[in-house]
Nanobody, 115 residues
Framework: QVQLVESGGGLVQAGGSLRLSCAAS????????MAWHRQAPGKQRELVAS???????NYADSVKGRFTISRDSAKNTVYLQMNSLKPEDTAVYYC?????????WGQGTQVTVSS
């Protein structure tokens, strides 16, 4: 089992920045990929960014150039640095971790961007 705890969400004005953190614990040695997803009201959940155990990153087109995913292996933590935030980035952001058996989800953290 893997436990994920997100933090760092909040309210920010358009153009501002936030950094989300996701601390992983438990059976983390098998994790192959970690990612951030988001779900806005009335919309489907979407992948925002991912990072593999080898450090390869991937981003949704809507956030490329604005968001950066990174990790601190010593702290078992993944970050999502979000810059130049837009109102359409408003959503609940979820951290996920993928091992060979299943995908684990955090509880989510709310990000609200005001115009």
């Amino acid at each position: 089992q893997v436990q994920l705890v997100e933090s760092g969400g909040g309210l920010v004005q358009a153009g501002g920045s936030l950094r989300l953190s996701c601390a992983a614990s438990g059976s983390i040695s098998g994790i192959r990929l970690m990612a951030w997803h988001r779900q806005a009201p009335g919309k489907q959940r979407e992948l925002v960014a991912s990072i593999t155990s080898g450090g390869r990153t991937n981003y949704a087109d809507s956030v490329k150039g604005r968001f950066t995913i990174s990790r601190d292996s010593a702290k078992n933590t993944v970050y999502l640095q979000m810059n130049s935030l837009k109102p359409e980035d408003t959503a609940v952001y979820y951290c996920t971790a993928l091992d060979p058996v299943r995908t684990y989800w955090g509880q989510g953290t709310q990000v609200t961007v005001s115009s």
